[in-house]
């Protein structure tokens, strides 16, 4: 959808290496989520973030929202070849309604040579 | 598992011929989604149920496709007449709707491949 830009596309990183992925919403996010998928399985989810400027970690990802919530980030630290797979931000851009549809990003796919 | 399950994980059909694609959400989840992802993009909506009922079915490409809920659990996604443009994966999720959070949980999917 081209409501969500995500970049880059695809990231080839060494193993040890930090990276980060950006989403970015030509609308306001009134809730963002994170998912990891692997080819041919459906979506994990990572984490979900509301507020302007919110942050989450879990292990060694860290997610972020910014001030204006039009744009949120995803950061690995030290990535490790469990760390592969497509990453997709998916958003909720109308006022807090819960239920409703989320757009995706295009998706980053994300390789970790060891 | 606990978890969203999708059957069958993959079909293969012909051109014209009729599909059905089923999703078993996790137990107690009022809300229920289909998503389309075909390959190299990210899951495009489909279908949300609320219940029994479908809250929100613009996302449906045409009157070819139909989704049913009817005990307000299992979810069935009918395509009629398939074409090759249908094959995609098709993603099921589900979520308590609480106005909390909001999380989807997603099932491994139905690759579909028309011939």
């Known amino acids: 959808s081209q409501e969500l830009e995500q970049s880059p596309q695809s990231l080839i990183v060494q193993e040890g290496k930090n990276l980060t992925i950006n989403c970015t919403s030509s609308k306001t996010l009134y809730g963002l989520y994170w998912y990891k998928q692997k080819y041919g399985e459906g979506l994990i989810f990572l984490m979900m973030l509301q507020k302007g400027g919110e942050e989450k970690s879990h292990e060694k990802i860290t997610a972020k929202l910014d001030e204006k919530k039009q744009q949120s980030s995803l950061h690995i630290t030290a990535s490790q070849p469990s760390h592969a797979g497509i990453y997709l931000c998916?958003?909720?851009?109308?006022?807090?309604?819960?239920?409703?549809?989320?757009?995706f990003g295009g998706g980053t796919r994300l390789m970790v040579k060891p | 598992g606990a978890g969203v399950s999708q059957t069958p994980s993959n079909k293969v059909t012909e051109k014209g011929k009729y599909v059905e694609l089923r999703c078993d959400p996790i137990?107690?989840?009022?809300?229920l989604y289909w998503y389309r992802q075909s390959l190299g993009q990210g899951p495009e909506f489909l279908i949300y149920f609320q219940g029994t009922g479908a809250a929100d079915d613009s996302g449906l490409p045409n009157d070819r496709f139909f989704a049913v809920r009817p005990e307000g659990s299992v979810s069935t996604l009918k395509i009629q007449r398939t074409e090759r443009g249908d094959s995609a994966v098709y993603l099921c999720?589900?979520?308590?709707?609480?106005?909390?959070?909001?999380?989807?949980?997603f099932g491994p999917g139905t690759r579909l491949t028309v011939l």
């Open positions: 999720a589900s979520s308590l709707n609480d106005r909390v959070t909001d999380t989807q949980y």
């Open positions: 137990s107690g989840h009022t809300a």
């Open positions: 998916g958003a909720d851009t109308v006022a807090y309604n819960a239920g409703n549809m989320l757009t």
